[in-house]
């Protein structure tokens, strides 16, 4: 995985350790949570470039990154993003379980730096589906990356 992703991370070969844990914790069979990424950086570095080119390592050339974008987010929108079944929102059990399943991408999540003070539920629901373990019936394993860009 290190060599795999050195084209996708350059004047930035610090990350790669980090890169690697998250691709051995996204492959592991015995997770019993969705593994998980930070990354935090200024607009401009690389950041986009690189969760690209390691979902395309990791998980194919068909790999997507869904960004979903909080920045904006305030508790009216709960809903819009966890309402289950049929398409149901971006961060509904249904939909990350068929990202899942699929094995094809990863979840970048924008804007968190504000969004408890500023949306207090969306926060909650967003941290107890991220701490959703394998054991309960709506977890969804696919990985997240939270990104702290300012």
Do not use: C
Request: glycine residues 10%.
């Amino acid at each position: 995985m290190h060599d795999a992703l050195l084209p996708f991370v350059i004047g930035q070969e610090q990350v790669l350790p980090a890169f690697v844990k998250f691709a051995e914790a996204i492959q592991s069979s015995t997770r019993r949570i969705a593994p998980l990424l930070a990354i935090s950086g200024p607009e401009g570095h690389g950041k986009d470039q690189a969760l690209q080119g390691f979902a395309q390592a990791l998980l194919g050339e068909n790999a997507t990154v869904v960004e979903v974008d909080l920045a904006r987010v305030t508790d009216d929108h709960v809903e819009k993003f966890f309402s289950e079944g049929g398409e149901g929102g971006e961060l509904s059990s249904w939909n990350l379980s068929d990202m899942q399943l699929r094995g094809t991408g990863i979840v970048r999540l924008l804007g968190l730096d504000t969004l408890k003070d500023r949306a207090p539920e969306m926060a909650t629901r967003l941290l107890k589906q991220l701490a959703m373990t394998s054991s309960q019936t709506q977890f969804a394993g696919v990985p997240f990356v939270a990104d702290f860009t300012y």
